[in-house]
């Protein structure tokens, strides 16, 4: 006899329980919603260069359409290596020493993965990016949260150090840093590299902004300070620096030991990463002026953006590096953060982004995140709704 009961599902235990909706998918929701200018979520509103497209056209005419090898197309590996030499001072092998990845996130995930065991410990500075706590939860890690310095966002290096542990496997640091827009400086590298020094702690440098420092600024890569780049998965991005987000496709520069490592996880996570966009990507970076007159470009949208929040009651707090504007309301509203952003979408038309999910235990400081990775038409919208509050 057939039975009449319904099919059930059974019951899963996350491995996640704590992670909901993320505020940037709540937000840009709401932006959709109310017809708002869409200054939340980081990335561009506008192309990349049609030259780029044409590079990845071009090898998908040309048959390059399987899969490349696992760690990535030989030639763009040589081009990453080339250009970290070039900038950084610092010698990887393409061959061993370079991986390239389906982006930044997953390459954290890799990362992390690769090197922290159950029961081990990493290091995460807050504010930080969303996915750090998750991807240590699911290596079976335990998160030890270090708060950046309220109101400057500068690193605390006697809480730094006073968090390491026997058990303390790594620490995840983000330069130019997405929320707050603060760069580390050479200095900076210096001290940590004076604090892990004397242990084995490991280091993921999360440098997806790297082309995007102000001011006449150098960008301080952990792969210029030859202590930390002996024991660095160094991250980037090429869909930040060459404004094509949606591509995913990233890189990972560590040394021979660690890159073996993570390329182990690599090939179960991902194996590989898309052959058109590789080859597109590796000839495109025959010629550095994109990466080299980034800074320049962000820069003036920066200055423009800033220039037109100057005539508003938000008080600006310094941008250096990203495309990230942080702004302090307490002028204008009472409000929490997220309250805040959600009445600035629906009342104002203009999206943010609150810092407090930014937090573990969501710390409120009446700040708001803007992102100007878009035309300067849209940059200026936003800016005539927020002048009228």
Same mark, same amino acid.
């Given at each position: 006899?057939?039975?009449?009961?319904?099919?059930?599902?059974?019951?899963?235990?996350?491995?996640?329980?704590?992670?909901?909706?993320?505020?940037?998918?709540?937000?840009?929701?709401?932006?959709?919603?109310?017809?708002?200018?869409?200054?939340?979520?980081?990335?561009?509103?506008?192309?990349?260069?049609?030259?780029?497209?044409?590079?990845?056209?071009?090898?998908?005419?040309?048959?390059?359409?399987?899969?490349?090898?696992?760690?990535?197309?030989?030639?763009?590996?040589?081009?990453?290596?080339?250009?970290?030499?070039?900038?950084?001072?610092?010698?990887?092998?393409?061959?061993?020493?370079?991986?390239?990845?389906?982006?930044?996130?997953?390459?954290?995930?890799?990362?992390?993965?690769?090197?922290?065991?159950?029961?081990?410990?990493?290091?995460?500075?807050?504010?930080?990016?969303?996915?750090?706590?998750?991807?240590?939860?699911?290596?079976?890690?335990?998160?030890?949260?270090?708060?950046?310095?309220?109101?400057?966002?500068?690193?605390?290096?006697?809480?730094?150090?006073?968090?390491?542990?026997?058990?303390?496997?790594?620490?995840?640091?983000?330069?130019?840093?997405?929320?707050?827009?603060?760069?580390?400086?050479?200095?900076?590298?210096?001290?940590?590299?004076?604090?892990?020094?004397?242990? +084995?702690?490991?280091? /993921? %440098? *999360?440098?997806?902004? @790297?082309?995007?420092?102000?001011?006449?600024?150098?960008? !301080?890569?952990? &792969?210029?300070?030859?202590?930390?780049?002996?024991?660095?998965?160094?991250?980037?991005?090429?869909?930040?620096?060459?404004?094509?987000?949606?591509?995913?496709?990233?890189?990972?520069?560590?040394?021979?030991?660690?890159?073996?490592?993570?390329?182990?996880?690599?090939?179960?996570?991902?194996?590989?990463?898309?052959?058109?966009?590789?080859?597109?990507?590796?000839?495109?970076?025959?010629?550095?002026?994109?990466?080299?007159?980034?800074?320049?470009?962000?820069?003036?949208?920066?200055?423009?953006?800033?220039?037109?929040?100057?005539?508003?009651?938000?008080?600006?707090?310094?941008?250096?590096?990203?495309?990230?504007?942080?702004? +302090?309301?307490?002028? /204008? %509203? *009472?409000?929490?953060? @997220?309250?805040?952003?959600?009445?600035?979408?629906?009342? !104002?038309?203009? &999206?943010?982004?609150?810092?407090?999910?930014?937090?573990?235990?969501?710390?409120?400081?009446?700040?708001?995140?803007?992102?100007?990775?878009?035309?300067?038409?849209?940059?200026?919208?936003?800016?005539?709704?927020?002048?009228?509050?």
């Amino acid at each position: 006899m057939p039975t009449t009961t319904a099919p059930r599902t059974p019951a899963l235990a996350s491995r996640l329980p704590h992670v909901g909706t993320t505020i940037f998918t709540v937000m840009s929701a709401l932006a959709q919603q109310y017809g708002a200018v869409n200054l939340g979520q980081g990335f561009p509103d506008f192309d990349g260069d049609p030259k780029l497209i044409d590079a990845v056209v071009a090898a998908m005419r040309e048959g390059l359409n399987q899969y490349p090898p696992m760690a990535g197309v030989p030639a763009l590996r040589e081009a990453v290596a080339a250009k970290i030499e070039a900038l950084y001072g610092r010698v990887y092998d393409p061959g061993r020493e370079i991986t390239i990845t389906a982006g930044a996130t997953q390459a954290i995930l890799t990362a992390i993965l690769a090197c922290v065991h159950p029961g081990d410990e990493v290091i995460v500075l807050e504010p930080c990016y969303d996915s750090y706590g998750p991807n240590i939860e699911l290596a079976g890690g335990r998160i030890v949260r270090v708060p950046l310095v309220p109101g400057t966002f500068r690193p605390d290096f006697d809480r730094i150090a006073a968090a390491i542990g026997p058990r303390t496997r790594a620490i995840i640091v983000n330069s130019p840093h997405n929320p707050s827009a603060t760069v580390w400086r050479a200095e900076d590298l210096e001290r940590l590299a004076a604090i892990l020094r004397p242990t +084995d702690v490991l280091l /993921i %440098s *999360d440098e997806v902004y @790297e082309h995007m420092v102000y001011d006449g600024r150098a960008h !301080a890569s952990a &792969a210029s300070h030859p202590d930390l780049a002996a024991r660095a998965f160094i991250v980037s991005s090429f869909g930040k620096t060459y404004h094509v987000t949606g591509w995913k496709v990233g890189y990972v520069a560590a040394p021979a030991p660690l890159s073996d490592e993570f390329r182990k996880v690599h090939q179960f996570n991902v194996f590989t990463v898309n052959t058109p966009m590789q080859h597109g990507l590796a000839r495109y970076m025959a010629d550095p002026r994109p990466y080299l007159e980034l800074p320049a470009f962000y820069q003036r949208k920066r200055d423009l953006f800033r220039a037109g929040l100057a005539r508003t009651r938000f008080r600006l707090l310094p941008s250096e590096g990203s495309y990230f504007q942080c702004v +302090d309301y307490a002028a /204008i %509203s *009472d409000l929490g953060e @997220e309250a805040f952003c959600r009445w600035l979408t629906s009342e !104002a038309g203009v &999206a943010a982004i609150p810092l407090a999910p930014f937090y573990a235990d969501g710390f409120e400081q009446r700040i708001v995140r803007f992102c100007f990775a878009k035309r300067d038409q849209t940059l200026e919208l936003a800016l005539q709704r927020l002048a009228a509050l």
